[in-house]
């Protein structure tokens, strides 16, 4: 969601054409080769089989497995020194995964965020209302969508409900903003996505999209929050850390890094999910949708896995650094 893209564009969105979906035997033999970074206690790795899933298909409106999260979430619509309040009746509910096997998370909380939701498009009035989250910004915004009219929203629900069943077959349990991606349903606001994690107890949080920059560009970046006085001191050091090896752990897996940016790492202070954070989050710009190749990658079932795979990487490797 950079200054010019997911968030800020109001195209309606189609359905995806079929496509065929391209190999991921490199990507996958990368993932299975990720060992413990030095000094770190080795790990019995799972056979490939077990962590790699493969691509099964469209994701369900609501997902399979998942239970009510832990602590019922609450949000400040006007600022923390202003009264809470519930999560919208409108709104997708937060959902918990647990583990499906132990392993080297076993303990480990982790946060998921697929960025908007299906039906933003059909609520405009109510995700354009204004919030405050260290500054004025509106509930969410409809994202973005390839040329063929692939929506972000649908996107970036299918790649998070990959990364969960990879943490959930390392034994981490997986806590996630919305279960469902549906016309009839819209947000969270953004300020509620950001006070979830530590609601529910998370270690971290990664919100995952795609960006909506100019076509002639491709790539991925991460966005960490900058030290916003008040409410970003406390995680803003952590949450570069984890973009850092969130970068590292995209390219591991074979993804290329931004071509229209300077740099894979944006330091920001006006995105309303990180401000409103009390655990180490960062934002993942996974790829532009707008740029033909990216579009391709995104439009497959194999090319969201190989995202899943590298989001997966770098958070076992910001795990196995920081633990």
């Not at 990959?162 to 969270?188: E, F, I």
Request: some cysteine; charged content about 15%; glycine content about 10%.
């Amino acid at each position: 969601m950079s200054g010019r893209c997911c968030v800020c564009d109001p195209r309606p969105v189609r359905r995806a054409p079929a496509v065929l979906a391209a190999s991921l035997v490199t990507a996958a033999a990368a993932l299975a080769a990720l060992t413990p970074s030095a000094g770190a206690a080795p790990v019995a790795e799972a056979a490939p089989a077990a962590v790699v899933v493969p691509a099964a298909g469209p994701t369900p409106s609501s997902w399979e497995g998942g239970v009510a999260v832990p602590y019922a979430p609450r949000w400040w619509p006007h600022g923390r020194s202003n009264p809470s309040a519930p999560w919208a009746s409108g709104w997708p509910k937060p959902v918990l995964f647990k583990p499906t096997a132990r392993g080297e998370l076993s303990g480990i909380r982790i946060a998921l965020d697929p960025g908007h939701d299906l039906g933003n498009s059909s609520h405009l009035s109510a995700i354009n209302q204004w919030y405050w989250v260290g500054l004025r910004k509106t509930c969410n915004t409809t994202g973005t969508a390839t040329n063929a009219g692939y929506p972000e929203s649908t996107y970036a629900f299918d790649v998070v409900a990959r990364v969960r069943r990879l943490l959930n077959a390392k034994g981490a349990s997986v806590v996630v903003t919305r279960d469902r991606n549906t016309r009839g349903t819209y947000g969270p606001c953004v300020g509620a996505r950001g006070s979830f994690p530590s609601q529910q107890k998370a270690d971290l949080m990664v919100s995952v999209h795609g960006d909506g920059a100019p076509s002639s560009g491709r790539g991925f970046h991460v966005i960490t929050p900058g030290v916003l006085t008040g409410y970003t001191d406390d995680i803003a050091a952590p949450s570069r850390t984890l973009a850092l090896r969130m970068i590292d752990g995209m390219r591991f897996v074979g993804l290329r890094s931004t071509t229209y940016l300077s740099s894979p790492l944006s330091v920001r202070k006006d995105v309303g999910t990180l401000n409103m954070s009390d655990v180490p989050t960062v934002m993942v710009e996974t790829l532009n949708m707008r740029n033909a190749a990216d579009a391709r990658l995104a439009s497959t079932a194999a090319g969201r896995q190989k995202i899943a795979m590298g989001l997966y990487s770098g958070i076992v490797r910001y795990l196995r650094a920081t633990r």
